[in-house]
């Protein structure tokens, strides 16, 4: 089982509270916990967007690195992991992407991918100019496929001649090209979301809800095999998660319900509000399940428990059929990580360390 871990680019990570670890984004904080991953064996990490946050007593992700930037620097500064950059598709043309991904392979060989982001959040670009409309939420997969096509023909021939309805392409060049292939990320809810991924990206990443309820994970991997065997491709599907270790399972589930009294709910409000505008979001969506969620500070799939409990679950997660591997999220990332390598994964039948933790 693949793992990789998603980079505390914006600030407090995925925990919506006022009661949570409180932490700035910060190029050393990125850098310890990516060269702790790169320790530990993990396969990648990525790192999301976020041009706007959601306000509220945390502030919740109004300060953000951004991704591509971010990237590079991790480049230079590791050996082995993998490492993914996201790109608001809005917000910078395909050719200046496919340009800035060869530059990154040039610093890391083989080592670096691309996370497509289509946009579910309008006040992103509101605040810029460049909001499309509300007919974006419609057609955004067909944009992201326009836009996917454009980078696989520049970093395959160096050269574009895409002629379609929201970009146009004259003897586009971009030279040199990779020294591999990059692949493509895509994170994919609704089924046309799926139908995208299977058809364009290499991976997809897929959500289930709860605690310690590793049964929801099944039926989204179900869907993108069906989407896959469809378009005759194979896009492997990862697991979005969180995982909220102690050495007791009291103990870390008295960490949770420490950071549910502290739930922002002013910051959920207006990310809810802003799901809202996507009136025909389908229910598997990303907007669709936010609208649907608990008022509590994370919907991803949480692992609550001890070591042990968070050890044998992971190797039931990897059990799952179609599920290729997991991006894990801390709630305190160099603890949790630390955690990760040192106490849970040497208890993991489906994945040991590949190096001692220093």
């Known amino acids: 089982m693949k793992l990789g871990v998603f980079l505390p680019i914006g600030n ?36 999301m967007i976020k041009l706007r946050g959601f306000g509220g007593p945390s502030r919740y992700w109004d300060f953000n690195l951004e991704s591509f930037t971010l990237m ?66 419609a057609r955004r997969y067909e944009y992201a496929e326009e836009y996917a096509s454009i980078l696989q023909d520049l970093w395959d021939d160096g050269v574009c001649d895409h002629k379609g309805e ?25 089924n046309r979301g799926m139908k995208f991924a299977a058809e364009y990206a290499d991976y997809n990443f897929i959500s289930a809800g709860g605690i310690n309820d590793v049964a929801q994970v099944a039926p989204h991997t179900e869907r993108l095999l069906a ?23 009291e103990a870390a589930m008295a960490k949770w319900n420490h950071y549910v009294e502290g739930t922002d709910v002013e910051a959920l409000a207006w990310r809810d509000g802003q799901a809202a505008a996507d009136v025909k979001a389908e229910a598997h969506s990303t907007v669709g399940r936010m609208v649907r969620s608990d008022r509590v500070p994370t919907n991803m799939l949480r692992l609550i428990g001890s070591y042990e409990t968070i050890a044998r679950q992971m190797d039931e997660l990897a059990a799952i059929p179609g599920l290729a ?10 603890v949790g990580m630390e955690q990760f390598g040192t106490r849970i994964m040497p208890l993991m039948t489906s994945r040991m360390p590949v190096a001692e933790a220093a």
């Open 325 to 334: 591997g997991v991006m894990l999220t801390f709630d305190d990332y160099l």
């Open 72 to 137: 590079a620097g991790l480049a230079a500064v590791t050996t082995r992991i993998k490492l993914f950059a996201s790109v608001a598709i809005l917000s910078i043309p395909p050719a200046l992407i496919a340009r800035m991904a060869t530059t990154i392979d040039a610093i890391a060989p083989g080592r670096f991918g691309v996370n497509i982001v289509t946009g579910w959040q309008k006040a992103e670009y509101e605040q810029m100019g460049i909001w499309p409309g509300e007919a974006h939420f």
């Open 12 to 47: 407090n990570g995925w925990l919506i509270s006022t009661t949570s670890p409180q932490y700035m984004p910060t190029f050393e904080l990125n850098r310890e916990v990516t060269l702790k991953a790169e320790r530990f064996g993990f396969d990648f990490a990525l790192s």
């Open 227 to 249: 989407a896959n065997a469809a378009a005759g491709r194979s896009c492997e599907a990862m697991l979005l998660m969180m995982i909220i270790a102690d050495e007791t399972d």
């Open 166 to 190: 929201f970009f146009h392409m004259t003897d586009c060049r971009v030279a040199p090209t990779p020294s591999g292939k990059v692949d493509i990320i895509s994170a994919g809810q609704s």
